[in-house]
C-alpha cells in the first residue's frame, strides 16, 4: 500500500519479544528491567492473525526482530506459521547470533530466508565489553550455522560509534573479501536513554567510508538481496559487499518502505515517530476492522523522522528493543 507520501510501504518489522539475552551498550541500560509483562507479549496466534491483516493490505516482507527473537520459545515454529501466510513472500530475522549456531537449520527448514547478525566488534574482549557478558565464538559459530544452512545473504550489522569500534571498520571490511559476507556500517542513533549516544560518539557516514578502504559502487542485481536502505559498495574483486546505513547524516526516508509492530501490538509507522496505534484487540475483531486500523495507521506514517535534532535536544524516549529495531 502507498502511505499518504506517495511511498509504497509493505516492509513489516516485526517484534516478537522485547527481551535480550545481550545488553549492548547503545541498546540497553545495564540494569533496565522494564520489559513488558509476558501476558503482554502478543501470542502465536495474535501475531499471525495481525500479520495475517498486513498481508491482506498488500505486506510482503516480514523481517522478525525483538529484543532478541531467538529467546522466544518456539520461534521456529511461529516462523514457518509467518512464512505459510498468503501474500508473504519472504520472511527474515535480524538475532544477535549467539543462538543461532543450534537453531540455523530448524528455522530454514521452517522457512525462514535469510538472517542479519549484529557483531560490533571481531575482539572477544571488546565484544563481552560491548554487550556486557556475549561471547563472540557463539555470535561467530552463528554466522557459520547461517552460511551452512543457506541462510544467505548472510548480512552482518556493525553500529560504528567513537571509541567503541570505529577502529575495526577496516577489519570488517576487509572480512568481505574472501567470504561472502554482506557488512553493513549502521551510524549510531539517539534512541533511548542509555545516556550512551553523544555527539562525540557518533561517527558520520562519509567518515566510515572512508575508513572501509578503497571501494567500487555495486548496483541492481549484484547487490544481496533486502529490503534495507543501505547504499552498497564493495573491495574490488571481493565476495562480499559492504553497506552504509545512515539515517543521520543521510536520511533515507524518502525510500521508507516500512513500519514496525511491537511485540506488545502496536503499529509504529515510524522509527523516531509518537505512540504506536494499538491493534492488539483487533486480532480478534470482525473482517475488515484490522485492515482499516493498518491503513489508517500507514496514512498517518510521518514524512520523516527527527534524528538530527535529537542529537542536540536528546535522545529518542523509546529503545530499539521496545519498537522492534
Ligand atoms: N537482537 C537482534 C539483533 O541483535 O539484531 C534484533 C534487535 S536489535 C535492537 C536490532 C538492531 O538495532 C541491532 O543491529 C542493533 O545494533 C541496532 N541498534 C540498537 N540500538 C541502536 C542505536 N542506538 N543506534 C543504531 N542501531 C541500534
Given at each position: 500500500m502507498r502511505d499518504s507520501f506517495g511511498r509504497t510501504i509493505d516492509y513489516l518489522r516485526l517484534s516478537v519479544t522485547d527481551r535480550c539475552n545481550l545488553r549492548c551498550r547503545y541498546c540497553?541500560?545495564?540494569?533496565?528491567?522494564?520489559?513488558?509483562?509476558?501476558?503482554r507479549i502478543l501470542s502465536d496466534d495474535e501475531t499471525v492473525r495481525l500479520v495475517e491483516g498486513f498481508a491482506a493490505v498488500g505486506f510482503t516482507t516480514v523481517r522478525v526482530t525483538g529484543g532478541e527473537p531467538l529467546v522466544r520459545p518456539g520461534i521456529e515454529a511461529l516462523i514457518g506459521r509467518l512464512a505459510a501466510i498468503d501474500g508473504i513472500d519472504e520472511v527474515a530475522l535480524s538475532t544477535n547470533g549467539i543462538l543461532l549456531a543450534k537453531k540455523a537449520k530448524t528455522l530454514k527448514s521452517a522457512g525462514l530466508s535469510r538472517v542479519n547478525v549484529s557483531l560490533d566488534s571481531l575482539r572477544p574482549e571488546r565484544f563481552a565489553a560491548v554487550t556486557r557478558s556475549g561471547k563472540l565464538s557463539d555470535a561467530w559459530a552463528g554466522i557459520e550455522a547461517a552460511l551452512d544452512a543457506d541462510l544467505g545473504p548472510v548480512k552482518i550489522n556493525v553500529v560504528v560509534a567513537r571509541g567503541l569500534n570505529d577502529d575495526e571498520v577496516e577489519e570488517f571490511a576487509a572480512l568481505t573479501v574472501a567470504r561472502p559476507l554482506h557488512v553493513r556500517f549502521i551510524e549510531l542513533m539517539p534512541m533511548g536513554e542509555t545516556g550512551f549516544f553523544s555527539k562525540e560518539r557518533w561517527v558520520p557516514m562519509p567518515e566510515i567510508e572512508r575508513r572501509a578502504g578503497p571501494l567500487e559502487p555495486v548496483t541492481g542485481s549484484a547487490r544481496p538481496a533486502g529490503r534495507g536502505p543501505a547504499r552498497v559498495s564493495r573491495r574490488p574483486g571481493a565476495r562480499g559487499t559492504l553497506g552504509f546505513i545512515s539515517a543521520l547524516s543521510c536520511s533515507f526516508c524518502s525510500d521508507c518502505n516500512r513500519v514496525r509492530l511491537s511485540a506488545t501490538g502496536k503499529l509504529v509507522a515510524c522509527l523516531d515517530g509518537e505512540d504506536g496505534t494499538d491493534l492488539r484487540a483487533m486480532a480478534d475483531a470482525e473482517a475488515g476492522t484490522l485492515e482499516d486500523a493498518i491503513r489508517a495507521a500507514v496514512g498517518r506514517k510521518p514524512e520523516s523522522h527527527r534524528m538530527l535534532e535529537r542529537v542536540s535536544q536528546g535522545a529518542s524516549p523509546r529503545m530499539m528493543c521496545q519498537i522492534g529495531g
Open positions: 540497553l541500560p545495564a540494569d533496565f528491567n522494564a520489559f513488558s509483562p509476558r501476558n
